[in-house]
């Protein structure tokens, strides 16, 4: 906390002095220096919530030390769950990854009283984790790498992205989705994906 500063304990108390010729701003910074200080405990978990359902008891945190809790003798590793994605990827890795992404998803509806195939959850998941890494779905991830100009101005800060395109002389061969339906063209899916014309008259065909 610094050379000026004088920690005394008594019992279950921790008292911490500053020198007198110290002000209000480097009180201040000792006190925020303080509130960060971890006297016990697994770090980034701040809040733990005993509950017993059944015969057994569960804890809950606010907070989430996957790493750390598994180190923990007594805790059940296979039952043990986190719903930070990014550390379920750096120790489980991408798949387990996946998996949790989609029982996230679908729990969140679930809670809306939503119902949504699995499906298309799976899509999502899949394609946030097609790299081998997990990206968001937003302009700094799956969405912003789209080759299409339209749609990645369709998505947010359009005028960004435009300007952006213009500058570098993009050409956008409206081949995709959202593109298509933005200049009012089929789609490439479905009826729009063939390309086959029929002539009426006298029974000739093309």
Excluded: C, W
């Excluded at 750096?90 to 996946?98: D, K, N, P, V």
């Amino acid at each position: 906390l610094g050379p000026k500063v004088k920690i005394n304990m008594d019992e279950n108390k921790i008292r911490i002095r500053m020198g007198e010729e110290e002000g209000l701003s480097e009180l201040r910074k000792l006190a925020a220096r303080v509130r960060k200080l971890r006297l016990k405990g697994i770090r980034d978990i701040t809040k733990v919530v005993v509950k017993k359902e059944g015969e057994e008891y569960v804890i809950y945190t606010e907070g989430s030390n996957f790493a750390e809790v598994l180190k923990i003798e007594g805790v059940d590793k296979r039952r043990t769950v986190t719903n930070n994605i990014r550390e379920i990827e750096e120790i489980l890795g991408i798949e387990a990854a996946r998996n949790a992404l989609i029982r996230e998803m679908m729990e969140t509806l679930k809670e809306q009283g939503l119902e949504v195939d699995v499906r298309h959850i799976m899509l999502v998941a899949d394609m946030m984790t097609a790299k081998g890494e997990v990206r968001q779905i937003g302009r700094h991830g799956v969405s912003g790498e789209k080759a299409s100009v339209l749609a990645r101005a369709a998505f947010e800060i359009t005028l960004k992205h435009l300007l952006e395109a213009s500058l570098r002389g993009e050409v956008d061969r409206l081949r995709g989705v959202t593109e298509s339906i933005i200049t009012g063209n089929p789609i490439p899916l479905g009826t729009g994906a063939v390309r086959l014309v029929m002539q009426g008259g006298k029974g000739e065909h093309k």
